[in-house]
């Protein structure tokens, strides 16, 4: 049976305030049908969560961070807690996504400390993983793949992981108009799950929620969402703008 679809529009940093509210108000209408097949996700900047939070409220759309802290309180500069999330409403957190491993350094291991933080807290873990242009041309995708998944979901029980949602993102297709095609895409999502189910077994494997991301758009998420092994999407451009965000997703879900 497919798994019910997962759709997440990443707004990295855009947005503040206003322009949250500016579309989460353009969205809504018309939500409610497009979330009976789709879960559907908005991740705004951590500033804009609390009025995004608000308008959400009673409404299919749940809220999403882009990041969080491995530390629980304290001296952290600049960072932000899963009880802070808590607090503002945030069902769900971003981790390991390729800006913040390519950008920030971020390591296996470091991700690992955040997606247990964030099962400890209740939050939903978006977990990114993803090749770049060049390991994919030697050879390298297993291999990177393999390494992103047990390293980051290292130490996670089975019940943790009917938690976690998946994001495939080839880095080389992030934010490039360049799209995996529904074949590159599928194929690596099958081997991803077969990387759960060695590592969490076949019912894990089965359950799990992968979303493909890498310049996802309206008029080709219906072809990659028909995908056997595709699950929903992580989409960071084309969820800037409420009417392509719905279309993409009104799309997929046919
Ligand atoms: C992303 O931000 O995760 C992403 C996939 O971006 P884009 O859709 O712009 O490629």
Redesign the pocket.
């Known amino acids: 049976m497919k798994r019910k679809l997962i759709i997440a529009a ?1 707004w ?1 940093m855009n947005k503040g305030p206003a322009e949250t509210t500016e579309f989460i108000e353009s969205f809504l209408p018309g939500s409610e049908e497009l979330s009976e097949s789709c879960d559907i996700i908005i991740a705004p900047p951590y500033v804009s969560l609390p009025v995004a939070a608000s308008l959400l409220v009673d409404s299919p759309v749940a809220l999403s961070a882009q990041n969080v802290s491995e530390q629980d309180e304290g001296a952290f500069t600049g960072e932000v807690a899963t009880r802070m999330l808590n607090e503002v409403g945030a069902q769900y957190v971003i981790l390991g ?1 390729s800006e913040r491993r390519a950008i920030y350094g971020e390591s296996d291991e470091f991700i690992n400390a955040k997606v247990r933080k964030a099962l400890t807290a209740g939050l939903v873990p978006i977990f ?1 993983i993803g090749e770049t242009l060049e390991e994919r041309e030697s050879g390298e995708l297993e291999e990177v793949l393999r390494a992103q998944v047990s390293g980051g979901l290292a130490d996670l029980t089975v019940e943790d992981m009917a938690e976690v949602v998946v ?1 495939y ?1 080839p880095v080389w ?4 108009g360049v799209t995996a095609t529904p074949d590159q895409a599928q194929e690596a999502h099958a081997f991803v799950r077969t990387l759960l189910g060695d590592q969490f077994g076949a019912e894990v494997a089965a359950a799990t929620r992968i979303q493909y ?4 758009k309206p008029g080709n998420s219906a072809e990659l969402m028909a995908q056997t092994d595709i699950d929903g999407a ?6 800037l703008e409420a009417g392509s965000f719905r279309d993409l997703i009104a799309n997929a879900v046919v």
């Open positions: 990443n990295k996504h990114c994001a993102e297709a992030i934010g490039t991301g890498g310049s996802v992580l989409v960071g451009g084309a969820s």
